[in-house]
């Protein structure tokens, strides 16, 4: 059973850093790629920003220059670390990973809150 553990999230002021961790575990066959997305209250789960097995990356325009996102394919993780964050970064954010051998394509963490207030 394939899992993902989140953490890192948290309370942190604007214009602070914070840093999110997430680690699969279990029968994993072929990565595609892994990713971070949010959800905010009453909005859609919106991407934030993936990576692939081979390291490119893409990033939502919202978050360009102050996220970014990093991945370790050996020990199936997945980081996100993020500067200068505002009120709008407010929102549970949720690990996902594209897999060969997923039932559905993918998989989903339970998501770690992020909240950014003064």
């Known amino acids: 059973q394939v899992q993902l553990v989140e953490s890192g999230g948290g309370l942190v002021q604007p214009g602070g850093s914070l840093r999110l961790s997430c680690a699969a575990s279990?029968?994993?066959?072929?990565?595609?790629?892994m990713g971070w997305y949010r959800q905010a209250p009453g909005k859609q789960r919106e991407l934030v920003a993936t990576?692939?097995?081979?390291?490119?990356?893409n990033y939502a325009d919202s978050v360009k220059g102050r996220f970014a996102i990093s991945r370790d394919n050996a020990k199936k993780s997945v980081y996100l670390q993020m500067n200068s964050l505002k009120p709008e970064d407010t929102a549970v954010y949720y690990c996902?990973?594209?897999?060969?051998?997923?039932?559905?394509?993918?998989?989903w963490g339970q998501g770690t809150q992020v909240t950014v207030s003064s």
């Open positions: 279990g029968s994993i066959f072929n990565i595609l790629a």
């Open positions: 996902k990973l594209n897999d060969i051998g997923a039932p559905t394509g993918a998989y």
């Open positions: 990576i692939t097995s081979g390291g490119y990356t």
